[in-house]
């Protein structure tokens, strides 16, 4: 496949066009096939704060690349941009808490206006590191590449992404794929504690399914809430030799990233098979060598991310208009929660963070007869089948697509996703089928 790579520069404000500009690269993958279709996909990743251009590499297995071409575009401010919100500290900053007890949130807190305070003396209004600004990023990109059909196709927070592209400029908009949406008129922070316990109810329904004759998953949804509910503010600690280190230091940890070591395997799809054995051992109090890894991770982290991006975006949409006592009301609701940390960004962070709310119009549900394929996993602790329920209520031309047993981005991560939406592309207005079954709902 022929490749072409370039920037496109844009305002960073637009509210200031003739201010300050920024340079957001892209890379178009053409089709090999000299009878290609005309109406490019167009694909911009999740986070917020991912880079959209790794996945180019391997776009050459994809059923869909075959039959148009593919357009990689990197949002404003994320790892390939200039400029790049980079926020290099705060994983440090992360280590050094563990390193010397200190309050986790005080430190990120800290790390963060100190970030904050270096990108605006570089001149960067974080302001303008929003939804709204990158959705006319995208429409600068569909004229200038001159294009008049254009597919959509988002992840994550780039699902609410596209969808705000559909709302602002639908007129060359063919279609929408969103894998797993986050969908900006979601309050994500008010519920997520009631995705989180579907999705381990989920895997407990499993169990009571699969292990009817095995004792260690007997009664796991009750073991794993007693468990929890149980060790409330209990302190646990792990003798942790860092690489590169002689001596090793005392860390120590809490119910929060007990949940979290289990989140990050039942968010992973190829994980996701061994997240009832990993509960009944955590149960059993044989955790150490999970957090062990749990802690590699962390204490191995690289310096390469755009959480001053991430912060600007989720600040500016999310936090601005979440309710702090909802969010707390889940706390009520599922007490064997309290105090997991399921996000990075939260309402002391953003108040240090200090941007502008987007408009509100950003909050509100997108009406739309465009055709699109609404996909995700039926264990998605983060954005559930009820996302794409609601979305599919303003969108009566769309289809839902729910893989079983799968979690986060199932669609374009998976071989069976990739044959769909190739189906759907092709045919945007009938319903996908498997072994010639429709599998959809309307």
């Known amino acids: 496949m ?35 279709q005309k109406d490019p996909v167009l694909y911009t990743s999740g986070g917020p704060g991912a880079s959209s251009l790794r996945g180019v590499r391997f776009i050459n297995y994809r059923r869909f690349s075959k039959n148009r071409d593919y357009i990689a575009f990197e949002q404003r401010g994320t790892t390939y941009a200039q400029p790049c919100l980079s926020c290099d500290g705060i994983s440090e900053a992360i280590r050094d808490a563990y390193r010397k007890d200190l309050p986790l949130d005080s430190a990120l807190t800290k790390e963060a206006a100190r970030c904050r305070k270096k990108l605006i003396s570089d001149g960067n209004d974080l302001s303008a590191y929003n939804t709204i600004e990158n959705a006319a990023d995208i429409e600068d990109l569909r004229r200038a590449l001159n294009i008049d059909s254009l597919n959509l196709m988002g992840i994550s927070y780039s699902g609410g992404l596209m969808l705000t592209v559909l709302r602002n400029y639908p007129q060359h908009i063919r279609s929408v794929i969103l894998d797993s949406a986050l969908p900006g008129f979601i309050n994500y922070e008010e519920d997520a504690m009631f995705s989180i316990n ?80 990993l ?141 769909l939406i190739a189906e759907f592309l092709d045919h945007p207005y009938k319903p996908v089928t498997v072994d010639g079954k429709k599998i959809t709902k309307w």
């Open 198 to 277: 579907a999705s381990f109810n989920k895997v407990f329904g499993n169990c009571v399914r699969d292990s009817t004759n095995n004792p260690l998953y007997a009664n796991l949804q009750q073991r794993f809430q007693q468990y929890f509910n149980s060790i409330a503010n209990t302190e646990f600690s792990i003798k942790y030799l860092e690489k590169g280190s002689t001596d090793s230091i005392i860390i120590k940890y809490h119910r929060s990233e007990l949940i979290d070591f289990l989140m990050n395997n039942l968010q992973d799809n190829g994980q996701l098979k061994n997240v009832p054995y």
């Open 2 to 36: 022929k490749t072409r790579c370039a920037y496109l520069i844009v305002p960073e404000n637009r509210n200031k066009p003739t201010g300050k500009t920024i340079k957001l690269p892209f890379i178009v993958v053409e089709s090999n096939n000299p009878n290609k």
């Open 279 to 419: 509960i009944t051992q955590v149960i059993a109090g044989k955790q150490q060598v999970y957090m062990k890894r749990y802690f590699d991770d962390i204490f191995n982290a690289g310096k390469s991310n755009t959480l001053g991006m991430r912060y600007s975006m989720y600040c500016s949409e999310q936090i601005q208009y979440a309710d702090q006592r909802l969010i707390d009301k889940q706390n009520d609701i599922f007490p064997y929660l309290v105090g997991y940390r399921f996000n990075n960004v939260n309402h002391p962070l953003c108040n240090c963070w200090n941007v502008k709310a987007v408009s509100p119009v950003a909050k509100t549900p997108v009406y739309s007869n465009v055709p699109a394929m609404l996909s995700t996993g039926d264990t998605d602790p983060y954005c559930p089948a009820f996302y794409n329920d609601v979305i599919h209520h303003y969108m009566p031309n769309s289809q839902r697509v729910l893989f079983t047993d799968k979690t986060h981005g199932p669609a374009l991560n998976t071989r069976e996703g990739d044959v």
